[in-house]
């Protein structure tokens, strides 16, 4: 079975051409920069291909981007020559990039398994300042999957769903629920901000 970065890398095209296009996003997108201030410094951490980093940076904001696959992070830095995009993992320190006004995590807490939460939400707590805000995104009320077929290939895959429950046990005191955002098909739309 290939791995969860090689689905990644195998499939950036896909998630690029489905997604460059889709503006789905930008309304919750405004709604999260509403609370930053003007042109604010945001990590669009789990980034893929890019598509929403674009928006933010289309939006004011001083987006940088993070992801795992270098498969999309090439499309990401191609189509956005302007935006800095970094080979990241969300479980190790990314204290190197900076600190953040706000953060953008669009579906990628999906892979991890509910233990593995509370070191996703520290690294994030390490680099956002006081006082800043997370845009979440992840699904909920789906069975839990762990392999996907593409292209006849077998990846493993986490798509793990969460509760609000799990989630702010496993940010241990870091955040508070700010706002839940319209749901769309399985992904739940929440805001948080650093205490």
Known sequence: MKSLIDYYDDSA????????EN???????????????????VLDLCCGAGYESMRLHKLGANVVGADLS????????????????YKKDMLKSYKDLG?????????????????????????MSEVLKSGGYLFLVYG???DNVHSVTYNGEVYSRNFISHTREE?????????????????????????YKKC
């Open 13 to 20: 095209e896909l998630w690029a051409n489905n997604w460059y």
């Open 23 to 41: 503006d789905e996003l930008l309304p919750y997108l405004k709604r999260f920069l509403s609370y930053l201030p003007k042109s604010p410094k």
């Open 70 to 85: 270098e498969g999309e992070l090439k499309i990401a830095r191609e189509r956005n020559p302007e935006i800095k995009f």
């Open 99 to 123: 600190s953040f006004d706000g953060i953008a995590c669009i579906a990628g807490i999906v892979h991890l398994e509910t233990a593995q939460l509370s070191l996703c939400f520290e690294k």
């Open 140 to 142: 909920f009320g789906k």
């Open 167 to 191: 989630i702010i046990s496993a940010m241990n005191g870091k955040f508070e629920f700010v706002e839940e955002l319209e749901p769309i098909r399985y992904f739940k739309h929440e805001i």
